[in-house]
């Protein structure tokens, strides 16, 4: 089989519920392009059907399907590059499992990327999720845009398209925790922008909790800026000095006015938020160091159980 214009690769964990619904979507709105493509499936250790669901539609459409099954859950930007070192084809498009990304908008990313983009992100035009993670990703998007040099207008949106270079460029790289959008906008010549639509999940529950949703988002920020680093430095600078105007008053003052003993409250006060300050300043560097950490061990990022691959080249 000659390569495939378009690969579609689409991370899957316990979506057992909702693949049907894909399927039945994803494979029309393809053929409709008139194009050659593949999808890659990766499951990213499903604990339900979803794996022997993906091993039947391998089955059932062999000619453009292949699935990497993961040997547990190693999270969904680690399925993606997985998936990024197994495609073939020259666009490379990226949506999510719950049809939240409307597959019928990747013709719309295909004709942006041949008016000569390397890379094409999306901005959703109602997001259909919960008043807090809406809320809570906009305030986010708002603080990353400020302190890395990567511009997105929305960056939750996993609905991208990316050139073959950038797609080889992303699996060179030898990142543990990333954020592929972020990454891919690094390397990105010439990137671009649509609005999609996006839909309210198909089935299912969403993936992440509040707690991996903050651990995706110090990835976030650790990964591309050291901004908060040198924010911590400069706040420590600024209170040094406050502090020492604080020294130079207490001692006038205990000149002109004598000893004091009052105000211990204020004191606590103070000494209590200073250590909040203190503590929240190591765990932030310890967000670092974790990372530097677990990069430097340089274990497998995922394990592959077994590609399901009919088509003639294979790997
Ligand atoms: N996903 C994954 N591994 C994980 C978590 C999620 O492969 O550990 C997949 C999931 O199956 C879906 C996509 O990543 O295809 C996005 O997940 P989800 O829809 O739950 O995230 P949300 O839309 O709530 O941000
Ligand atoms: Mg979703």
Known sequence: MANPAISVVIPVYNEEAGLDALFARLYPALDKLGESYEIIFINDGSVDRSAAMLAAQQQARTDVTRVILFNGNFGQHMAIIAGFEHVR???????????????EEIGNLVAKMREGHDYVGSIRRQRQDSFFRTYASRAMNRLRERITNIHMTDQGCMLRAYSRRIVDTISACREVNTFIPALAYTFAQKPAEIVVEHEE???GESKYSLYKLIRLNFDLVTGFSVVPLQFVSLMGVVLSVLSALFVVYLAVRRIMMGPEAEGLFTLFGIAFFMIGVLLFSIGLLGEYVGRIYQQVRQRPRYLIQAVLDSTETKQ
Do not use: V
């Open 89 to 103: 084809g020259e666009i490379i498009i990226t949506l999510d499992a719950d049809l939240q990304n409307p597959p």
């Open 201 to 203: 999940r198909a089935a």
